[in-house]
């Protein structure tokens, strides 16, 4: 998969949520790697600041972003719409501290996405792999969330509220191509009992019914009700009608189960990647969910490091006999076993390292240790492949190493071991030639590491 960024630009424009200022913002495609980020234009200089957990400054009613004393609001439902789309390169650039509201939901992000369609770009997609149960709680509000592997995204989320009007509500996700039909059109909300403390605190400006749920479930005096329902501009109710104020009917049951669902997918997207794994949400929040992402986020700042993953049950790409009549090499220096993985920059490669390797005769007796020049020499035969799938016939050429840089060795490798390589190109091909960084691990921890160049001579 490669990144993709949006054809062309498009405009949203509307009320701030709690600011209540009249907000244009404007979504423009970006460069490969570019990643999602702000731009405040409506300040000196147009400061930006990339969508990232570890710019999160605060989770009290939305997720805001801060860097110094610049601060971008009410993120999320147009990042949840981005990443459902897989958008993975934009730059949003508005003209005040949060974004619009609009209607509450995603849906006018997720509608004009659709409209304009995406570019796919040069660079290859990287995804988040989750290869084991993560876990964050938060004891004070009963809140957790889960992350297990998956081969895709996938997201389910509980939500249960002391309220008789919501209580336990269930959504979920199983396909993110579905996001649009099933998620976007759910709206914020809020309870009646939470307003006019949200309005002492100067917030919720631009809260209305049109760009929010609002429900009354808990008792309160006829006389400050009415003073609410005066200041939302709605009909006054008597206290004893628990239940949604809205005149628009909600757009499914579990309407507001779905939104927290959306916001999940909106928060998440602050790791910085595509993440394969299932989310289990119960009770989520834009705290909790700020916590999981910065977990996460950790492990996408190091991921040129993550091992691949290995299924030995799943047939190769290549086999032995078909790395044979790819590479010259033969016993007892052909070091490749299979090739299980390979997009146009990358390859992964398998090595089974076993007593009767006959470099532990004298590499050595007591401790057999596999020599590291034979490891560099192992991640260059997998980079061989690579620059071979770039030509064709790749029988009649060969690969040479013109130089090694930067080789570590990090653990040491024996019999038992399985080793995998990953090399991909630093470089593009040119006259031949490539630079390539070679990855070696065993199990979840890197082994040996290096950059070599490497060329493609045709044979005579």
Same mark, same amino acid.
């Given at each position: ?188 909300? !809020?309870?009646?009992? %939470?307003?006019? +403390? ?5 917030? &919720? ?5 049109? *760009? =929010? $749920? ?85 492990? !996408?700042?190091?991921? %040129?490091?993550? +091992? ?5 049950? &799943? ?5 032995? *006999? =078909? $790395? ?137």
């Amino acid at each position: 998969m490669k990144q993709l960024t949006l054809k062309e630009s498009f405009t949203v424009e509307g009320e701030g949520l709690h600011t209540g200022l009249h907000i244009k913002a404007t979504v423009c495609p970006a460069p490969d790697g570019h990643g999602y980020k702000f731009e405040r234009v409506d300040l000196p200089d147009s400061p930006v600041i990339d969508a990232v957990a570890e710019n999160i400054v605060d989770t009290s009613r939305s997720t805001i972003l801060g860097k110094g004393d610049v601060t971008i609001g009410t993120i999320e439902h147009c990042l949840a719409a981005l990443y459902a789309a897989g958008v993975d390169n934009v730059l949003i650039k508005l003209d005040g501290p949060e974004m619009p509201i609009l209607d509450g939901s995603s849906r006018f992000y997720a509608d004009k996405i659709d409209e304009i369609g995406l570019e796919e770009q040069k660079t290859e997609k990287k995804y988040l792999i989750i290869k084991n149960k993560i876990e964050v709680t938060d004891e004070e509000t009963g809140s957790k969330i889960i992350v297990l592997p998956d081969d895709e995204f996938t997201i389910d989320v509980k939500v249960n509220y002391d309220s008789p009007v919501l209580h336990h509500q269930y959504a979920t996700l199983e396909h993110i191509g579905d996001f649009n039909k099933e998620i976007a059109g759910a709206r914020t909300f !809020v309870f009646v009992r %939470e307003i006019e +403390s949200l309005l002492q605190a100067n917030l &919720i400006k631009g809260g209305h019914l049109e *760009n =929010a $749920i609002v429900i009354y479930d808990s008792p309160m005096s006829q006389e400050q009700l009415d003073r609410l329902a005066d200041l939302m501009q709605v009909p006054h109710k008597h206290v004893s009608e628990y239940g949604f104020i809205n005149e628009t009917p909600l757009t499914s049951e579990n309407e507001p189960a779905r939104h927290k669902l959306l916001d999940v997918i909106g928060d998440i997207a602050l790791i910085g990647a595509p993440l394969k794994g299932r989310v289990i949400a119960t009770r989520p929040g834009h705290a909790i969910n700020a916590k999981l992402t910065k977990l996460l986020r950790r492990d !996408v700042k190091r991921m %040129e490091v993550i +091992s691949p993953i290995y299924n030995p049950n &799943i047939e190769p790409i290549m086999d032995n *006999n =078909a $790395i044979r009549r790819a590479l010259p090499h033969r016993y007892p220096f052909l070091l490749i076993d299979k090739i299980i993985d390979k997009g146009e920059q990358y390859i992964v490669g398998v090595k089974n390292v076993t007593t009767n390797e006959p470099f532990f005769t004298g590499h050595f007796p007591q401790e057999p240790v596999m020599p590291g020049v034979l490891l560099v020499e192992a991640m260059a035969q997998t980079g061989g492949l690579l620059v071979l799938s770039t030509v064709d016939d790749p029988e009649r050429y060969s690969t040479y190493f013109m130089k090694i840089d930067n080789v570590k060795f990090r653990q040491k490798v024996v019999p038992g071991d399985t080793l995998i390589f990953h090399v991909s190109f630093m470089t593009e091909l040119r006259r031949g030639c490539a630079m390539m960084k070679g990855l070696a691990f065993v199990g979840e921890k890197l082994v040996c590491e290096c950059e070599f160049m490497a060329q493609i001579v045709k044979n005579k």
